[in-house]
Every structure is written in structure tokens, then in C-alpha cells.
């Protein structure tokens, strides 16, 4: 599971996304959430071009990132 902060220096979270993507195989995928002090994100996650797990907001508490290991867990 990645936890991909949108805004970095160099390449942004939404391109790297795009390459972890696009180099891992369909049955090995890795959970990638958005993550982003921007909840205006939120609501435009769809259309990044990234099949994201969800949206985590910054600052983020230890019970939301439980909460993001236990979706993931019980993904089919």
C-alpha cells in the first residue's frame, strides 16, 4: 500500500502513480491512495488517469490510516 503525496519536487504524485501503474502487473497491483492536504482532491481523483484506492486527507491520524489498511484488506 502507498500512501502518494500529490504534490513533490521533480515529478508529481499523479505521474508517479501513473508509472508504478504501468509497470506493475494487473494481478500484482498495489493499493495507492491519494494523499493530500488539498480535499478540493477529493472529488476530481477520477479523473487523474489513476486507478486510486481512495483519498487519505492530511494531517493524517493513525485510525485513518487503520481504516485504509482494512479497506484494502477486504478488497476481492
Known amino acids: ?15 508517479t502513480a501513473q ?3 504501468s509497470r506493475t502487473p494487473k494481478n500484482a497491483k ?7 492536504a488539498d480535499v478540493s ?3 476530481r481523483i477520477t ?10 486527507a492530511k494531517p493524517t ?4 490510516a487503520v481504516l ?4 484494502v484488506n477486504h478488497a476481492p
Open 41 to 43: 482532491l477529493r472529488s
Open 30 to 36: 498495489t493499493p495507492i491512495f491519494l494523499w493530500s
Open 47 to 56: 479523473d487523474t488517469g489513476v486507478d486510486w484506492a481512495g483519498f487519505i
Open 68 to 71: 485504509c489498511l482494512k479497506q
Open 1 to 15: 500500500m502507498i500512501f502518494m503525496d500529490i504534490h513533490m519536487p521533480g515529478k508529481d504524485g499523479i505521474a
Open 19 to 21: 508509472e508504478i501503474q
Open 61 to 64: 491520524s493513525r485510525d485513518q
